[in-house]
DNA sequence: GCGACAG
DNA sequence: ATCTTGTCGC
């Protein structure tokens, strides 16, 4: 996987001194402006101001957002006058005259977007399995770059949990909407493949084809692995609910792709779509045989697991009565 | 105040 | 997702 990152970093070195550029900007020639907030995080964390000139990149109105490095703000100010940026009350003057935007960049997110849309022709929505009698809940907890995520293997008949599987990876990859299943994709391959057990169906943490390229991070997972599984967001990414009650169609383009349902005394509804090898009414058949609060079971204690996880970086003690298994 | 796009 | 105290409600 590309290292963003760095690709970012090299980006905001072609800024010229005497130039500004926007957060913007840079994710148009990372590929796609939806980074704009991600190349804001990144800058943040940029760990060789000056070397790395961060503080030539300024919001798209003129002020001068934020400056985490030594001197804050004020540093930033500073910087770009000295670099002949004329700057008032914190805002460059005359941006357009200042703006850099010409950047050499083979805008990596669109080979992501190319990725995405080959998995997406993959996709099969069609249920494979007759009795999804096991579930596998998926879900990951973020240290900084630390990731902690969890399988918990849910049998669905007796209504209990059997097992835990949790990992420990460094992530890269930043969070950036839509492309979500880059950044967890590698954690949960881990979770999945290092189990020696195998659910029937897998109920991941995010969306399937209620995308806007049909490939949310449970289609992704679902193809990849080859791999049935079911999407479970807890808000919704895009899309329009249709109808009443407390299960509600979300259609998307035309097409009926997931449902909005309300379980327990839920207030907001859970969006739910088929991953891969599963149909639309499925997936909402197995997310309503476990529902017992707003979040599905599996998920939901899979989320207590890897938060567990996360606390106590790995040093985890047995919880549930279940059994808990460390993959390295 | 609006826009506000999963985790 | 994470950063966060006490507080509210079932």
Partial sequence: MINLREYLYNLVKQIPRGRVSTYSALAEALGDVRARRAVARMLAENPRPIIVPCHRVVMSDGRLGGYSAEGGIQRKAELLMAEGVPIRNNRV????????????????????????????????????????????????????????????????????????????????????????????????????????????????????????????????????????????????????????????????????VGHAALFGRAKKPVYISPGHLVSVEGALRVVCGVSRHRVPEPLRLAHIMANNCRKSDMRLLPEFGLKIKIIK
């Fill in 93 to 256: 003057l005359n941006l357009e005259k200042h703006l850099f935007t010409e950047f050499r960049t083979e805008k990596p997110l669109k080979r992501l977007r190319a990725e995405q849309e080959r998995l997406a022709r993959l996709v099969r929505i069609e249920d494979i399995v007759e009795n999804t009698r096991t579930i596998g809940g998926i879900d990951i907890s973020y240290r900084g770059d630390v990731a902690y995520a969890c399988m918990l293997l849910y049998d669905s008949v007796r209504g209990k949990p059997l097992t835990a599987y949790c990992s420990r990876t460094i992530v890269s990859f930043p969070y950036i909407p839509t492309y979500l299943a880059f950044r967890e994709y590698p954690a949960i391959e881990m979770v999945v493949r290092g189990a020696d057990e195998k659910p029937d169906i897998y109920m991941i943490d995010g969306n399937g084809i209620l995308h806007p390229l049909s490939i949310g991070v449970a289609s992704h997972v679902g193809v990849s692995l080859g791999i049935p599984t079911v999407g479970v967001a807890k808000r919704m990414l895009c899309g329009e609910v249709r109808g009443a009650g407390k299960i509600r169609k979300v259609v998307l383009k035309g097409k009926v």
